[in-house]
């Protein structure tokens, strides 16, 4: 018998801001934003904001441990935006951010959109994140939406 592989093992659902776990996760991916970004470059949502019609949002679970959440913004009919991605700690480096990236982009596929863009920081401590988004195909590109050029960010984005 084969063993389970992470695709297996991780389930993912649509939405989950009522969950202590999700409200959790939101909060630390704030402070982490605002722990290596200055203000005017955080561009991470809030539960409230999180709320906000045309964004999706997703959380993976493993058994009943929270394991990573993600959403996605129709920011046109054929251009998306991945939002609020985020790995709970106990979690990384364990493909569990893989398994989300790939439903994200699936979901924003099955949306319509021809277009997936993404804003990060560029500082180290957001160098895993970049690295997942590249291996995903995302390159470099300017501001899109209401980005602007900004030394601490860093916009990417991939065709669908």
């Not at 679970?61 to 929270?66: F, K, N, S, T, Y």
């Not at 596929?109 to 997942?132: I, N, Q, Y």
């Not at 939406?145 to 065709?159: H, L, N, Q």
């Amino acid at each position: 018998m084969a063993t389970p592989g992470i695709n297996d093992i991780v389930r993912i659902q649509e939405g989950g801001l009522e969950h202590p776990a999700v409200i959790a996760l939101v909060r630390q991916h704030l402070a982490s934003a605002a722990e290596h970004s200055p203000p005017e470059s955080v561009h991470a949502l809030g539960v409230e904001r999180l709320r906000q019609p045309g964004l999706r949002l997703f959380t993976a679970w493993v058994g009943d441990e929270l394991a990573a959440m993600g959403a996605v913004k129709r920011l046109a009919a054929d251009h998306a935006e991945l939002k609020s991605m985020r790995t709970v700690d106990a979690f990384q480096r364990r493909g569990i951010a893989a398994v989300m990236l790939r439903h994200l982009l699936q979901v924003a596929a099955d949306m319509g959109c021809k277009r997936v863009s993404l804003e990060t920081g560029s500082m180290a401590a957001f160098a895993p994140a970049r690295a997942l988004y590249a291996r995903f195909g995302f390159v470099v590109c300017p501001p899109f939406g209401d980005y602007r050029a900004d030394p601490c960010s860093v916009c990417m984005t991939r065709m669908l």
